[in-house]
């Protein structure tokens, strides 16, 4: 053999670097969320300290069809570590859905040379990632990025922290003027599929009661909890996710106004103010962490698996189990927001 008369060091060095990865692309994709940014710049900045170049593909995996891409430098993901949104743009891409596309999108990996690839997204991006993996064999794998935090694997999301500090800073703020008019408020958050922006926030903003996708049937148990409600509480605030089975906060304060009309009820509907906004201080940490990982993870054989962090230490999801959503909540919380809202 050609290798035959060198030190056996000197051989796995050699084949240590015939086979190291030269070239990663990487995507932003579905819905936006603060950290993701902050997850961009440690992707490539760990990939150039490794000598591996990065290619980003504007607006997910629509940019991916289109071969919309640019090089990342350090440089390009300068001061970007503190900015909501992100500077590679995002959207959810109806021509990935179809074979055409998704054949467009693995020629062009194919024709750049990329041996790698990084999916910043969500459940749809995940899956995504699944049905693209079959048309390329390289290794993929996923940054959990999403305000919604369903995603089996990881204890936070990206995004997740930061949109339920922006919605009880929201809430604290209808607090007071619910107080000074002794109002009933219904309070609309994210979470079409998922109720766990709605849970901790109504914890955080100490509400009165809460309506998620994930319970059924609880709306006869809420207004009868608002018909005892003790005369000395000068507001009242209900949390309701967008996906709750009545159909969202209007339909919610409508039910009660017939139900109760003794209460002044106001609604309002928090919105896409839960998307942007400055990543908190936890938010940069877990997402620069998770990118750094996802280089890594590259690097050490990885492939179709979402990096996360569960109990503070990094660990690694296949792309299946990842996308499955969280169906039940945590009893313990329920209970607690009906001790603590009494």
């Known amino acids: 053999m050609f ?59 629509e940019g991916l069809i289109d071969n919309d891409a640019v090089n990342l430098t350090t440089t390009s993901v300068s001061g970007i570590i503190q900015r909501g949104g992100t500077i590679l743009k995002t959207a959810r891409s109806a021509r990935f859905m179809k074979e055409e596309g998704i054949n467009s999108a693995a020629k062009n990996i194919k024709d750049l040379g990329i041996e790698g690839f990084v999916i910043i997204g969500g459940d749809g991006s ?3 990632a699944i049905e693209l993996s079959k048309k390329i064999n390289i290794p993929i794998v996923g940054c959990a990025g999403t305000i919604d935090n369903d995603l089996v694997g990881t204890d936070f999301t990206i995004g997740y922290d930061t949109a339920i500090n922006t919605v009880v800073e929201a809430v604290d703020k209808i607090r007071d003027t619910a107080e000074s ?52 509480k000068s507001s009242k605030i209900i949390i309701v996710a967008e996906g709750d089975e009545y159909g ?14 003794e209460f002044d009820v106001r609604v309002t509907v928090l919105g896409h103010i839960q998307r942007g906004g400055n990543p908190t201080c936890m ?13 890594l993870a590259l690097k050490n054989g990885h492939k179709n698996e979402m990096v996360g962090i569960i109990n503070k230490k990094i660990c690694f999801t296949p792309f299946e189990k990842a996308v499955k959503h969280i169906e039940t909540l945590d009893r313990d919380l329920l209970n607690m927001i009906e001790v603590l809202s009494s």
């Not at 339909?251 to 106004?257: M, P, Y």
């Not at 938010?283 to 280089?295: F, W």
């Open 181 to 232: 008019h002794d109002r009933v408020f219904v309070i609309e958050v994210m979470g079409r599929d998922a109720g766990l922006i709605a849970l901790r926030s109504a914890i955080a903003s100490g509400a009165e009661a809460l309506l998620v996708p994930e319970m059924k049937n609880d709306i006869d148990i809420l207004l009868k909890k608002i018909k005892n409600w003790r005369s000395s």
């Open 248 to 261: 969202g906060a209007y339909k919610v304060g409508d039910l009660i106004r017939k139900t109760c009309p």
């Open 3 to 61: 290798f035959v008369d060198f030190p056996r060091q000197i051989v796995i060095g050699i084949l240590v670097y015939l086979t190291e990865m030269k070239k990663i692309g990487i995507i932003t994709s579905g819905g936006d969320s603060p950290g993701m940014n902050a997850c961009l710049r440690a992707v490539v900045r760990t990939a150039v300290h490794h000598k591996i170049e990065v290619i980003g593909f504007y607006k997910g995996y």
């Open 126 to 128: 995940f899956r995504g």
């Open 283 to 295: 938010e940069r940490v877990n997402a620069s962490l998770i990118g750094y990982n996802a280089v």
